[in-house]
């Protein structure tokens, strides 16, 4: 009888403390609008963001699409370790309007305030497919581009897609480390 005793409080205590445990975990995690709220610029910031896609994915216009970027511009990604300054980015896609044609991009954007932190500022992400011609392949390339404004330029962007996708397209192979 006083195992069963002991058991049921047992028991008792763990129910109680597994009820009470996610109404204190609930209470310590921010709600999104407790980090993040509208853009009070959305509009104009989408544009910008759009129209910088447009210029220098479509047009190939690098010069009108250096007017939409800060002086300090770095550009992310699609690595944890790819980055580049302005001048990096610039000269990527001076060369990739050499190579590349009958370029298109069609994406949907959306954008966010980030209230404090590191990440404060206004952001605009977007998605889509970058679609072109190179050494007579058709490519076509979906990706995420995220970028973050200050005083109506791009100061820093992040980009995701699938590099190793596009070598294979135009014929690369991996071949792995031999043992």
């Not at 999104?32 to 989408?46: H, K, L, R």
Request: aromatic fraction near 10%.
């Amino acid at each position: 009888m006083k195992k069963s005793f002991t058991t049921g409080i047992l028991i008792a205590a763990l129910v109680v403390a597994v009820n009470i445990s996610p109404l204190s975990a609930q209470t310590s995690t921010p709600r999104y609008t407790d980090m993040v709220e509208d853009n009070p610029s959305a509009d104009g910031d989408i544009k910008i963001v759009s129209d910088y896609l447009n210029t220098l994915l479509v047009d190939g216009n690098v010069d009108q699409a250096t007017s939409l970027l800060a002086p300090g511009f770095m550009d992310y990604g699609p690595g944890p370790e790819d980055s580049a300054d302005l001048q990096k980015t610039i000269d990527t896609w001076k060369q990739n309007a050499t190579i590349q044609q009958n370029r298109k991009v069609n994406f949907v954007a959306t954008t966010f305030n980030v209230k404090d932190g590191g990440n404060a500022g206004h952001w605009v992400s977007t998605w889509g497919t970058y679609s072109w011609t190179q050494n007579g392949k058709d490519l076509k390339l979906p990706f995420q581009y995220t970028a973050h404004l200050t005083g109506g330029k791009i100061d820093k962007d992040i980009v995701y897609y699938d590099p190793l996708y596009i070598m294979q397209k135009l014929g690369y192979t991996v071949t792995p480390p031999s043992n």
